[in-house]
């Protein structure tokens, strides 16, 4: 399965909503999960199964969609989202993950 | 808290091996499945292999189908990566990951903090 992200990069202030995206090659049905990458640190878990929040994860971040298309939604950015955020699939072998959406505060 | 410490990174040459050591703790080692996850400098995530809780179900990425082995041992906590026939393109931060279930495509909810795999002459 490919999961093509967009848009590569996302420049917003504070406080703006973010909305990125996750398209599949074929449905992975809900079995689609987000990860947070910030510099220099280890992908953290966000949203598994398309629309869960992981445990501790703040509710300004939701997940959303099923099939091919999924989006994770961002609400009133905050400095501490500077982030590269990646897709996840666990629907079929091999795993595999989108090429990231790099977010960046104006 | 969960713990996950990866160890055994480091140089090795073309044609190489290493083998990566993941300690985990903080949690039932042997109700979850375990992956590897490689991240080469400046690019993506890539999936490298997972394996289920009791070692009965185990899959790799085509790109080291044949050169690398994942394996645990639930009475040390702990899983392994061992890497033959290295290559250039190898060359990465590998983590490792707990799966938040017994199988290998469970969610991916703790994450070590990688170590550097780096192949070069």
């Known amino acids: 399965v490919v999961l093509t992200q967009s848009p590569a990069a996302l420049s917003l202030s504070l406080g703006e909503r973010a909305i990125l995206s996750c398209r599949a090659n074929q449905s992975v049905s809900n079995f689609l999960a987000w990860f947070q990458q910030k510099p220099g640190q280890a992908p953290r878990l966000l949203i598994y199964d398309a629309s869960n929040r992981a445990t501790g994860i703040p509710d300004r971040f939701s997940g959303g969609g099923s099939g091919t298309d999924f989006t994770l939604t961002i609400n009133s950015l905050e400095p501490e989202d500077l982030a590269v955020y990646y897709c996840q699939q666990r629907s079929n072998w091999p795993l595999t993950f989108g090429g990231g959406t790099k977010v960046d505060i104006k | 808290e969960v713990q996950l410490v990866e160890s055994g990174g480091g140089l090795a040459k073309p044609g190489g091996s290493l083998r990566l050591s993941c300690a985990a703790s903080?949690?039932?080692?042997?109700?979850?499945?375990m992956n590897w996850v490689r991240q080469a400098p400046g690019k993506g995530l890539e999936w490298v292999s997972s394996?289920?809780?009791?070692?009965?179900?185990?899959y790799y990425a085509d790109s080291v189908k044949g050169r690398f082995t994942i394996s645990r041992d639930n009475a040390k906590n702990s899983v392994y990566l061992q890497m033959n026939s290295l290559r250039a393109e190898d060359t990465a931060v590998y983590y490792c990951?707990?799966?938040?279930?017994?199988?290998?495509?469970?969610?991916?909810?703790?994450w070590g903090q990688g170590t550097l795999v780096t192949v070069s002459s």
């Open positions: 394996i289920s809780s009791g070692s009965s179900h185990i």
């Open positions: 903080g949690f039932i080692f042997s109700a979850s499945g």
């Open positions: 990951a707990r799966g938040d279930g017994p199988t290998g495509r469970a969610p991916m909810g703790d």
